[in-house]
Nanobody, 123 residues
Framework: QLQLVESGGGLVQPGGSLRLSCAASGFTLDYYAIGWFRQAPGKEREGVLCVRSDGSSRNYADSVKGRFTISRDNAKNTVYLQMNSLKPEDTAVYYC????????????????WGQGTQVTVSS
């Protein structure tokens, strides 16, 4: 069974950091691009960052530039989203998703999705 499982979300104060993990099971991530998306209440799901199978990344959200980074560890079949200098507007459910080879900022281009992990930034 192909599955993506996110973890690492939680409550953090403004200015704090979190690292989200996206672990794959049932398939290897070697040939997949992994995107991180987020969805805040009442808003559409938006692309944040994506990492290709070769390790190169794409940023789809100007608001996270310089604060969020994406990385992958193919040996662990896991992709990470490091989030620093968190702001209240980063509060959302964060999802990881997989598609073959190339990144895309469009959620409809992804084939597999995790269940999401809640990130809340609040004092």
């Amino acid at each position: 069974q192909l599955q993506l499982v996110e973890s690492g979300g939680g409550l953090v104060q403004p200015g704090g950091s979190l690292r989200l993990s996206c672990a794959a099971s049932g398939f290897t991530l070697d040939y997949y691009a992994i995107g991180w998306f987020r969805q805040a209440p009442g808003k559409e799901r938006e692309g944040v960052l994506c990492v290709r199978s070769d390790g190169s990344s794409r940023n789809y959200a100007d608001s996270v530039k310089g604060r969020f980074t994406i990385s992958r560890d193919n040996a662990k079949n896991t992709v990470y989203l490091q989030m620093n200098s968190l702001k209240p507007e980063d509060t959302a459910v964060y999802y990881c998703a997989a598609r073959r080879y190339l990144c895309s900022g469009s959620a409809s281009d992804y084939n597999f999705w995790g269940q999401g992990t809640q990130v809340t930034v609040s004092s």
